[in-house]
């Protein structure tokens, strides 16, 4: 791969990079006064025209998204989604302790591309450190006016505020981060009505993952031509991708989205090669929720349509999980069900009933006490639930039924020998005690 120059991680290691004059200094803020002597519709139109797609797991196109709001509306709000619950993804996380104001700047870019007056950004509520850096930035932009009444000179206003969340993986949709900004359970709403037309306070709403707003800038200050050089055509731009596990560099790391899982593993600037020579079992490479590579499958790209040929759900955060050879995959059944079993909102039926069951069954798998059908029934109960087949209200099940289904149906073998290895009475005597 030609050398690459980080875009989005250009200030990571700089001294002081999180101060306003230190941003400034590197040509900070420069493309939001370019922007705002621009039409908001000339903004919208760049940032199209550079096929910007979201990078908060869905990949919509960020330009096109701005476009849905009505056009009559008298006010437009923006939410900036910070909650990054993703397991293990924490490229987000990296860019607001190391640059806040690349964060403030691509938001206030899009907050006057959609003519919105107030912005809010959704954090996390665990990134305590964070939280007081990106604060700290917000005041110092409010200090030297970027932020406030008639910013640069200009009649347009922007109040920006933070809000700390309280911890549930579902407020990364952007309808429960809504529900959750106002003050009630973070349960996703139904839609239509979308955001876009009826959002925060029912009024129209643009929700943005703060990579994506960190593009933004970027976009303005050198064109869209110079974002779509960068990366296949329908994957334009940088990207970060997060990678931990049994490697030599686990980390967050900057790419066009021509690299492969392979690359993110063993070059020497991204991973380093995997740990004490062991080798790759599997790999979750866009997140946990997205499903799971095995070790024959790794030349897959890591951008926007390449994943879905390997039966994943999406690039996703693209913050890739290595396992080893040494790891039983019965275990990992057992965590990937717990987790999305913990965070299930418990609005849908069959994502409440199903998640359960599925850490159930994969509990009794994990304690040398399964069954050879119990993969068949994680199997069906996987298919009955989700949003893409019309069983829920949001895709949280989606995400948890694609790495139990692609575990199972690619590593089965493996499963299925370690069902058969249990002791031949462990089964019938676990069950005894669990009813």
């Known amino acids: 791969m030609a050398s690459f120059e980080p875009v989005l991680l250009r200030n990571l290691g700089v001294e002081n990079s999180r101060s306003v004059r230190v941003y400034e200094s590197r040509g900070g803020y420069q493309a939001a006064r370019k922007a705002l002597k621009m039409t908001p519709d000339e903004v919208v139109e760049e940032v199209k025209k550079a096929n910007l797609r979201g990078r908060g797991g869905a990949g919509f196109p960020a330009g096109v998204k701005w476009t849905f709001l009505p056009k009559d509306r008298t006010r437009t709000l923006l939410c900036v989604n910070a909650d990054e619950s993703e397991p293990p993804t924490f490229n987000n996380r990296v860019l607001m302790e190391s640059d806040p104001h690349q964060l403030i700047e691509g938001t206030i870019i899009a907050a006057y591309a959609t003519r919105a007056q107030i912005a809010y950004v959704y954090m996390r509520v665990e990134f305590h450190e964070q939280f007081h850096i990106l604060q700290r930035a917000i005041d110092e932009a409010y200090a030297a006016g ?254 948890a039924t694609y790495p139990i289904e692609t575990l199972i149906k690619k590593f089965r073998g493996e499963l299925e020998a370690a069902i058969r290895a249990q002791p031949p009475d462990r089964a019938e005597r676990v069950l005894k005690v669990l009813n």
């Not at 990579?211 to 869209?224: M, W, Y």
């Not at 759900?313 to 913990?342: C, H, I, K, P, Q």
């Open 146 to 399: 970027y932020l406030g009444e008639k910013i640069f000179g200009t009649d347009y206003c922007l109040e920006c505020y933070v809000h700390r969340g309280a911890g549930a993986y579902v407020c990364g949709e952007e309808t429960g981060l809504i529900e959750s900004l106002e003050g009630k359970r973070g349960w996703p709403r139904i839609k239509p009505p979308f955001p876009a037309v009826e959002g925060l306070f029912r009024r129209p709403t643009v929700v943005n993952n703060v990579e994506t707003l960190c593009c933004v800038p970027h976009i303005i200050e050198r064109g869209a031509n110079w974002f779509t050089s960068i990366g296949p055509p329908h994957s334009t731009g940088p990207k970060l991708f997060c990678i931990s596990g049994p490697v030599n560099r686990p980390g967050c790391y900057e790419s066009p989205m021509t690299i492969t899982v392979r690359e993110l593993i063993e070059r020497e600037d991204m991973g380093g090669g995997m740990l004490k020579g062991k080798r790759v079992k599997a790999v979750l490479p866009g997140g946990a929720s997205m499903g799971v590579l095995t070790a024959a499958e790794l030349d897959m790209k890591m951008d926007f349509e390449d994943p879905r040929k390997y039966g994943l759900l999406g690039l996703g955060t693209a913050a890739a999980v290595v396992v080893d050879e040494s790891v039983d995959l019965r275990g990992v059944l057992r965590n990937l069900t717990r987790f999305y079993g913990t965070e299930s909102c418990g609005q849908c039926t069959q994502c409440r009933e199903g998640t359960a069951w599925m850490y159930k069954i994969a509990t009794r798998i994990a304690m040398d006490a399964g069954r050879l059908e119990d993969l068949d029934i994680i199997l069906e109960t996987s298919r009955n639930m989700g949003m893409m087949p019309g069983l829920s209200i949001c895709g949280l099940p989606d995400g």
